[in-house]
Antibody, heavy 121, light 111 residues
Framework: QVQLQQSGPGLVKPSQTLSLTCAISGDSVSDNNAAWNWVRQSPSRGLEWLGRTYYKSKWYNEYAVSVKSRVTVNPDTSKNQFSLQLNSVTPGDTAVYYC???????????WGQGTMVTVSS | DIVMTQSPLSLPVTPGEPASISCRSSQSLLHSNGYNYLNWYLQKPGQSPQLLIYRGSYRASGVPERFSGSVSGTDFTLKISRVEGEDVGAYYCMEALQTPYTFGQGTKLEI
């Protein structure tokens, strides 16, 4: 049974970096048939896809244009996990953040438990 | 970006009755492999979203048969044949054809 366990702080100060980690059990971050995504949810933006990393003979990353200059999604094969870093955060980045696995048809079949991140001084 | 438009945004239902949610995409979601890359999710109160339907009409593992998805061009429909109390929550469609993946606004089903 595949599970995703998120960790990271729930409070980040404006202009600082939001960092979250998603530990994978029951699958591998290097799985050629999966992609590892970050999605956030807020009342103002709804569900918003942020970016993904995946391995198909080499590593690929893709990001949403809205955060592209500030976001990094990285795999960590030694710990079988992946991470999200969002720089220069503002209160507008306050949201629940989810890590998600995508498989057949880019279906988001496994979701992490969610992390409520508040950007405030 | 592909725009996903859902209706209605709120759906009061009676247990045992059918329910239907619509989603329209701003462009075709038909992949070269012949599948429509449209997924449906249910977010129950206080929980993470869960996959119901993928590729327009395929039920995800463990999803009850009362849930079905259909496709007509760029119009997608999620149907519940007989609503049960556990179906309460917000339903979202999501295009999965190209990044950035985008979601509909959500439909809140309430009993």
């Amino acid at each position: 049974q595949v599970q995703l366990q998120q960790s990271g702080p729930g409070l980040v100060k404006p202009s600082q970096t939001l960092s979250l980690t998603c530990a994978i059990s029951g699958d591998s971050v290097s799985d050629n048939n999966a992609a590892w995504n970050w999605v956030r949810q807020s009342p103002s933006r709804g569900l918003e896809w942020l970016g993904r990393t995946y391995y198909k003979s080499k590593w690929y990353n893709e990001y949403a244009v809205s955060v592209k200059s500030r976001v990094t999604v990285n795999p960590d094969t030694s710990k079988n996990q992946f991470s999200l870093q969002l720089n220069s955060v503002t209160p507008g980045d306050t949201a629940v953040y989810y890590c998600v696995r995508a498989t057949t048809g880019n279906a988001f079949d496994i979701w992490g438990q969610g992390t409520m991140v508040t950007v405030s001084s | 970006d592909i725009v996903m438009t859902q209706s209605p945004l709120s759906l009061p239902v009676t247990p045992g009755e059918p329910a239907s949610i619509s989603c329209r995409s701003s462009q075709s979601l038909l992949h070269s492999n012949g599948y429509n890359y449209l997924n449906w999710y249910l977010q129950k109160p206080g929980q993470s979203p869960q996959l119901l339907i993928y590729r327009g009409s395929y039920r995800a593992s463990g999803v009850p048969e009362r849930f079905s998805g259909s496709v007509s061009g760029t119009d997608f429909t999620l149907k519940i044949s007989r609503v049960e109390g556990e179906d309460v929550g917000a339903y979202y469609c999501m295009e999965a054809l190209q990044t950035p993946y985008t979601f509909g606004q959500g439909t809140k089903l309430e009993i």
